[in-house]
């Protein structure tokens, strides 16, 4: 798994606007925490993290406490992975923001895998 995925705003041609995105590596519990937006111009990022997650073993955990804002592919993004964990696995979203809480409740209600903590 990769330690660290960011989306640096200063790096964009302008008049780009980029959001910033920084994801880093937790080993307790394992997963990631990650800082920021999760828009257009940071899925690359956030769908390789993903990915990362879930070719690993056990619960996988994201801590969202400090990220301001997740779009609707973002989301999918999150339950496309969390159908890919294996049995017996969950995903543990950590404080996630309103938009993807609204986001997994309104088009996946029945996605039991991922468990939200506020």
């Known amino acids: 798994m990769t330690d660290s995925y960011d989306v640096d705003p200063q790096e964009a041609p302008l008049p780009q606007r980029v959001a910033a995105l920084k994801i880093r590596r937790m080993t307790?519990?394992?997963?990631?925490?990650?800082?920021?937006?999760?828009v257009?111009?940071?899925h690359d990022a956030w769908e390789h993290a993903l990915?990362?997650?879930?070719?690993?073993?056990?619960?996988?955990?994201?801590?969202?406490?400090s990220v301001t804002f997740v779009d609707v592919a973002g989301a999918s993004a999150v339950a496309v992975a969390a159908q890919h964990l294996g049995t017996g696995r969950r995903m543990v979203l950590q404080r996630p923001p309103r938009a993807l809480r609204r986001a997994l409740?309104?088009?996946?209600?029945?996605l039991s895998v991922i468990e939200v903590t506020r």
């Open 28 to 38: 307790d519990p394992p997963g990631m925490h990650v800082t920021g937006e999760v």
């Open 40 to 42: 257009l111009t940071t």
């Open 51 to 65: 990915e990362d997650l879930v070719a690993g073993d056990g619960d996988v955990h994201l801590d969202l406490s």
């Open 105 to 110: 409740e309104m088009f996946w209600p029945d």
